[in-house]
């Protein structure tokens, strides 16, 4: 073969090779063509689809707004990316995040000052399927009180529409505005502009979790679920000018783990972050505001050095002397422009009638809260300082109680933990132990006698191990209590038209000078119950009750490193709120994030052990004690 033909050849081979690549190409755009037109048919049937059954049509979805922080995939609801798949998330922090799972673009920043008033939306797009899921049809922002309302100057935004202010909703006049000192702070300052201070459009979702099939429109629980509260944290601008700023705290009520340190994190942070020179701490309580017996003790960083690792309050505390007048007009008289009150829910109900009085006289005094109760039953927030170190203490006292009852015959050991009203850190320390075979609470009523009753049980659990260690809070079993101990009788109807807790309040005699319920010792009262029961049912048979009140051990101690660290956050939040020109609110956890609560808020909920919930039926599973519900 000559090499005349050989190049023919390859020419011809060549060219045979083009042909076949032209004509596969032809048939990729033709099949690519025709994918796109079934893609757009499908789509265009299933708006219809939508549309014809009263629900949202994807190619007329407009999605929200994003808010300062947010990524969007610019992809988000286009056709043509049926290979896609698309996801508008909520997240707690009030941001947005869209990626393509295929490409997974870089994100874009967005900045807005803005919150979305049309709600939060999750958009899937699959292969063969578009799935549009609203999770509610907006956010609704719990606003704080500012102290530029007394100006009558100022003018207020609509509750959609956030000013790009520090003030958080409020437009501020310049006078009242301060480039924040934290500029020039030599070790506390912003490395650089973005992402440090907080701004209007920062927000913390009070739920991060909800029942998708159950948010509609109308459903109360979308508007719970949509419920947000400013986030925690130093603004760029401030209030106050730091040379006139003078500065109150106070604790009030019973004791409990980090009373000091979240004094001492106050007076360091209003004097280390912002400069602040003047801080007084108020003796005694409420009383210690007005009582010229008690002059309030100048705090400075030296002195309040070493107060994180004592227990109590060094400021010391009282219950009541609760006088509103006395107070603000003690207030008025010393000038104090900032009030940090530290107590519990009595406190805080005190709280909100001292915010509502300065702000009638129109006075420029901001006023926060800091929820202090052991119980851990305060509303909205997370948890209080103090709690963790309670559960960790309650160890001791159940181990104590353990090992009595495992050393004598038959033995019951019997601890009585805080909750007047809740059960958490019984709770909690029951599942902690693992040593606890029944754990008795306020939320779910108990009886003794008959079928599935506590005398039952025990006599099942004493065959059983010989031993047996009950925990129950002091507020449990109060109404059942009264009812064996004949006192205070009314009528059945009348006890079914009155909450447990009134019932047991008339029982004990009241309420106490902070207005929290007076109970019976449900702790004494149940030692005898079971010595009685014992010796009526086995006269014979050696039986041992160990009783053990570790009260006012778990609530005298310094606080644990986990609430320490706490409280040192909870504390410097205040303050930046403070500052701000924040009043009358509250600073906490809520989702894992710091936020503002309206003061009056915190004062009215609760919070209570959901029984209901994942964790009490561990508690059950883990003690095998009887629910309580079949009485014969």
Not at 38 to 51: A, F, L, M, P
Not at 70 to 99: D, E, F, M, P
Not at 608 to 629: G, I, L
Request: glycine content about 8%; charged content about 20%; overall charge neutral.
């Amino acid at each position: 073969m000559t090499m005349h033909s050989i190049c023919l050849s390859s020419e011809q081979c060549q060219d045979s090779r083009v042909k076949s690549q032209e004509s596969t190409a032809k048939c990729w755009v033709l099949c690519c063509f025709s994918v796109i037109i079934i893609c757009v048919y499908c789509v265009g049937n299933h708006g219809k689809r939508e549309e014809d059954a009263g629900g949202p049509s994807i190619a007329n979805l407009q999605l929200p707004t994003p808010p300062r922080s947010t990524t969007i995939n610019h992809n988000v609801g286009g056709v043509g990316h049926a290979s896609s798949y698309i996801v508008l998330q909520h997240k707690s922090l009030a941001t947005w995040k869209a990626r393509t799972e295929e490409t997974m673009e870089a994100d874009k920043d967005y900045s807005h000052n803005q919150i979305n008033p049309t709600g939060t939306t999750e958009l899937k797009t699959t292969r063969n399927k578009l799935i549009y899921l609203s999770f509610s049809n907006r956010v609704k922002l719990h606003k704080l009180p500012h102290l530029t309302d007394n100006y009558a100057t100022t003018t207020t935004t609509s509750d959609d529409d956030l000013s790009s202010s520090s003030s958080g909703g409020f437009q501020r006049s310049s006078s009242s505005s301060h480039t924040n000192p934290l500029e020039d702070n030599p070790f506390y300052h912003p490395s650089h502009s973005h992402g440090f201070y907080i701004t209007p459009s920062d927000v913390v979702l009070r739920h991060t979790s909800a029942s998708a099939t159950s948010l509609d429109d109308d459903d109360d629980d979308a508007a719970a679920a949509a419920a947000a509260y400013h986030r925690a944290g130093p603004r760029r601008q401030i209030f106050f000018q730091v040379s006139s700023t003078k500065a109150a705290i106070v604790t009030c009520g019973g004791l409990c783990p980090g009373l000091n340190t979240v004094v001492r994190e106050l007076v360091l942070g209003l004097w280390d972050l912002y400069a602040v020179r003047q801080i007084f701490g108020i003796k005694a309580g409420y009383r210690g505001f007005y009582s010229k017996e008690l002059e309030p003790l100048q705090l400075n960083p030296k002195l309040v050095h070493n107060w994180h690792k004592i227990g109590g309050t060094i400021l010391q505390t009282s219950r009541g002397g609760f006088h509103l007048q006395n107070i603000v007009d003690a207030i008025q008289h010393r000038g104090y422009n900032q009030l940090y009150i530290v107590g519990g829910d009595g406190t805080m109900r005190g709280a909100v009638e001292i915010f509502h009085e300065i702000r009638r006289r129109k006075l420029n005094i901001a006023v926060t809260g800091i929820p202090k109760t052991v119980d851990n039953d305060v509303g909205i927030i997370d948890r209080s300082f103090g709690f963790q170190t309670a559960v960790e203490m309650a160890q001791q006292a159940i181990s104590a109680a353990h090992v009595e009852a495992e050393s004598a015959v038959n033995g019951i050991g019997l601890v009585k933990l805080m909750g007047r009203s809740t059960g958490h850190i019984a709770l909690h320390a029951t599942l902690s132990s693992r040593d606890v075979d029944c754990c008795i609470i306020p939320e779910i009523p108990f009886y003794l006698e008959g079928k599935g009753g506590l005398f039952e049980f025990l006599e099942k659990r004493l065959r059983e191990n010989g031993h047996a260690v009950l925990v129950m809070a002091e507020g449990g079993g109060q109404d059942y209590m009264r009812r064996r101990m004949g006192m205070d009788r009314i009528n059945e109807d009348d006890a079914q038209n009155q909450k447990q807790e009134d019932i047991s309040i008339r029982a004990a005699g009241g309420r106490d000078e902070s207005g929290n319920p007076v109970f019976l010792d449900v702790g004494q009262w149940l030692k005898s119950e079971l010595n009685k029961w014992w010796r009526r049912e086995h006269p014979n048979e050696l039986f041992t009750v160990k009783y053990i009140d570790p009260t006012y051990m778990i609530r005298a101690v310094p606080a644990n490193a986990t609430d320490n660290l706490y409280c040192t956050l909870v504390a410097h939040s205040a303050i930046h709120g403070v500052m701000a020109g924040y009043t009358g609110f509250v600073s906490g956890p809520v989702n894992g994030n710091y936020a503002y609560i309206p003061l009056e808020e915190v004062a009215k909920a609760k919070n209570e052990v959901d029984t209901r919930d994942h964790k009490w039926a561990w508690v059950r599973s883990v003690t095998n004690q009887p629910d309580f519900q079949t009485k014969s």
